[in-house]
């Protein structure tokens, strides 16, 4: 079974950089199709973040895209995201996934990792 | 960008009732359309993939139906733990999206 855990603060200052990681185990980070981030802002849907290829090559949101940066660490078997200039927009749970194969679904997920962006 | 458009937004429904969420894209995806249950303070959920294929240890009640733009999530008999939310998400393009989401409520 494949596990992924969220770490990270949990409130960050406007204007500075979120980093997140996303611990794997139960599976070689080599092994999944794709990494990913969602996010989920209070009372709102889902947020397609972007997503990492074992290769390290990305894809990421357009809305985001001039913000955010995935990468993988193979020697810690964990994926890291990081979104910059944050705002009070960015609050949110974050979500680290797995996308099992090119058919694209989310097969399993952390259990979210709530930030919080304030002075 | 492909967007999605879940319909409704909000849902009641009763115990035993026979639901049916609706997601429409922009542009057409064959069947890269799959749908997600989530409650608060738990992870996503997936329930099918690939438009209708049941995701493993899916309770059968649940199904998937559509291709191309039109896609729907069926509950046949709405047990006490399918109130939730459920959201599509399209994985044609490799800019994903998901839909707004759809709330499903006890009435």
């Known amino acids: 079974q494949v596990q992924l855990q969220e770490s990270g603060p949990g409130l960050v200052k406007p204007s500075e950089t979120l980093s997140l990681t996303c611990t794997v185990s139960?599976?070689?980070?080599?092994?999944?199709?794709?990494w990913g981030w969602v996010r989920q802002p209070p009372g709102k849907g889902l947020e397609w973040m972007g997503n990492?290829?074992?290769?390290?090559?990305?894809h990421y949101n357009p809305s985001l895209k001039s913000r955010v940066t995935i990468s993988l660490d193979k020697s810690k078997n964990q994926f890291s995201l990081e979104l910059s200039s944050v705002t009070a927009a960015d609050t949110a749970v974050y979500y680290c996934?797995?996308?099992?194969?090119?058919?694209?679904?989310?097969?399993?997920w952390g259990q979210g990792i709530l930030v919080i962006v304030s002075s | 960008d492909i967007q999605l458009t879940q319909s409704p937004s909000f849902l009641s429904a009763s115990l035993g009732d026979r639901v049916t969420i609706t997601c429409r894209s922009s542009?057409?995806?064959?069947?890269?359309l799959n749908w997600y249950q989530h409650k608060p303070g738990k992870a996503p959920k997936l329930l099918i993939y690939?438009?209708?294929s049941l995701q493993s240890g899916v309770p059968s009640r649940f199904s998937g139906s559509g291709y191309g733009t039109d896609f729907t999530l069926t509950i046949s008999s709405l047990q006490p733990e399918d109130f939730a939310t459920y959201s599509c998400?399209?994985?044609?393009?490799?800019?994903?999206?998901f839909g707004q989401g759809t709330r499903l409520e006890i009435k």
């Open positions: 542009h057409s995806i064959g069947t890269f």
């Open positions: 139960g599976s070689s980070i080599s092994s999944a199709y794709y």
């Open positions: 690939t438009a209708s």
């Open positions: 990492i290829y074992h290769t390290g090559s990305t």
């Open positions: 998400q399209q994985s044609y393009s490799t800019l994903y999206s």
């Open positions: 996934a797995n996308v099992f194969d090119s058919s694209g679904y989310f097969q399993y």
